[in-house]
């Protein structure tokens, strides 16, 4: 009798009997699960009580990005004069002026910034370079900047882990209520479970 034959007759004999949740189980037993059942907790859409998928969740990122610029535009004296995007000039997401102050202001607003290392040094580069062209740009004036986490209220909630990723600039990575601050708005949020009720309140508006 052959191996092939013998192994079958032995399965035949002990497993015979068993019903396929039994088999499954005793196959499945030491196998892990490839598939997250829990969101990253880094992510912007870990606030949200409903599922969403990445791709509304950039639509939710971007659509914040939209609601916050007019919520300064609405509770500060600034005036917004990003304009439309030139081939071959880096996106500038949030900027405003304070003519008679002769101060800029500008954000760079992340709705994620679990970034691996390439992209991560991208994000702060560009927000380097921008500055630099800013400063340029507006001779006499200063410069007020960030790179704004729209997951994070304040710097201090930050992982460690992700804080490393943008050591270059740690003194210009803030939450969202401190770019708020920094801009002057009279507005921002008493806490991430006030925020979590105004990501929900966004996501059943959009979707």
């Known amino acids: 009798m052959s191996i092939s ?46 599922k969403l998928e990445q791709g509304q969740c950039i639509i939710l990122g971007n659509t914040l990005e939209k609601i916050f610029s007019n919520v300064v535009e609405n509770t500060t004296t600034l005036e917004n004069i990003k304009q439309k995007n030139k081939k071959g000039e880096k996106e500038k997401d949030h900027l405003f002026i304070d003519y008679e102050k002769k101060e800029v202001y500008y954000s760079e607003i992340k709705s994620n910034i679990n970034l691996d290392t390439e992209k991560s040094k991208a994000t702060y580069e560009k927000c380097q370079d921008i500055v630099k062209e800013l400063e340029n740009n507006y001779e006499g004036y200063k410069v007020i900047w960030c790179l704004t986490s729209l997951r994070y209220l304040y710097n201090h909630d930050i992982p460690l882990n992700l804080k490393k990723k943008y050591k270059n600039i740690s003194e210009n990575l803030f939450g969202l209520n401190e770019y708020l601050k920094m801009v002057g708005s009279k507005f921002i949020f008493k806490d991430m479970d006030d925020y979590k009720n105004f990501i929900d309140k966004t996501v059943e508006y959009i979707f």
């Open 5 to 50: 034959i013998i192994n079958q007759h032995l399965f035949n004999t002990y497993f015979g009997e068993l019903s396929l949740d039994d088999i499954f189980n005793i196959g499945i037993k030491g196998i892990n699960k490839n598939v997250k059942t829990k969101y990253d907790e880094t992510s912007l859409k870990f606030l949200s009580k409903k």
